[in-house]
């Protein structure tokens, strides 16, 4: 008898509450996810192995980072130092972090910041307390970036001779992902600034 186990993926939750990130980690790993918690977002940079070299757009990975693989990362938008939102830049700017999903969590309902948020690229934007049900709703961000990925390494494995446009590598990816059988539905674009769901 054999027993088919899935992956455990990995999600970094970042909160400065004590009380928030207790309570996050327990539903994560209620639903089967392997959790590393932090207090701040300069501890989540760290952790990430990105370096500020305290200039707008100077992200770049540090040597010294544990190659840990980090499938998600959930944020508090408002902390001292490095907010949520600082946080989502950062990683949204570091060419090897950038598809790495961002949810972020506020127990204030303001649509500008929520707006704000998915327009840098945040994938999910939660209203604390979060809930067991939010925590459902990761795993489709999760899946959607391992498609991402095995679709970037089958692009890399073919012998390509010429340089391509981004605009270029978008649309092939889209085709690539449809031939290859993958269902459409899972391909989400970003959201951009219509409206938000918010549960």
Avoid: W
Wanted: charge should be negative.
């Amino acid at each position: 008898m054999t027993v088919e186990t899935q992956p455990q993926f990995h999600v970094l939750a970042v909160d400065d509450s004590v009380l928030d990130r207790k309570l996050i980690e327990r539903l994560l790993k209620t639903s089967s996810y392997q959790v590393t918690t932090v207090d701040s977002g300069t501890k989540a940079l760290e952790f990430l192995g990105i370096q500020d070299e305290n200039s707008e757009n100077a992200a770049s990975v540090s040597p010294h980072h544990q190659e840990v693989e980090v499938n998600l990362i959930i944020t508090d938008y408002c902390m001292p130092g490095i907010t949520g939102y600082d946080l989502l830049k950062k990683v949204k700017e570091s060419s090897s972090l950038r598809d790495i999903p961002v949810v972020i969590m506020s127990s204030e309902n303001i649509p500008s910041r929520i707006s704000r948020c998915m327009e840098e690229g945040a994938d999910e934007f939660f209203l604390k307390p979060v809930q067991l049900s939010d925590v459902s709703r990761l795993k489709p961000h999760i899946l959607k970036k391992s498609v991402k990925c095995q679709d970037e390494n089958q692009n890399q494995n073919k012998s390509v001779t010429t340089i391509s446009s981004p605009t270029n590598n978008v649309s092939g990816n889209k085709r690539k992902a449809t031939d290859d059988g993958i269902c459409s539905e899972r391909i989400r674009t970003r959201y951009s600034a219509g409206p938000v769901t918010i549960v």
